[in-house]
């Protein structure tokens, strides 16, 4: 996946995620479905962030950013910010 592809993703992920947080907000109660796919969103969007940043990195040390990789999702999400 090359960068155009990634950051279009990101949108993508992005868009949705302000679709079930809006709907959210207007609901009288939490939807556990809505919920765990806000949770499965943010995990996706940590996911292509962290591939955006190997990409980036490898490009930059002059090595082919096409060997950047997705890491699990317990690997990002395990990240200190």
């Known amino acids: 996946m090359d960068e155009q592809a990634i950051l279009g993703r990101i949108r993508d992920l992005v868009d949705e995620e302000h679709e079930l947080r809006r709907a959210h907000e ?4 939490g939807d556990a479905e809505a919920r765990a796919r806000l949770r499965d969103l943010e995990v996706a969007l940590d996911q292509c962030w962290d591939l955006l940043r190997q990409r ?3 490009l ?17 999400e395990g990240y200190r910010q």
């Open 26 to 29: 207007h609901a009288e109660t």
């Open 56 to 58: 980036r990195a490898r």
């Open 60 to 76: 930059s040390a002059g090595q082919d950013p096409d060997e950047a990789q997705v890491r699990p999702a317990g690997e990002v």
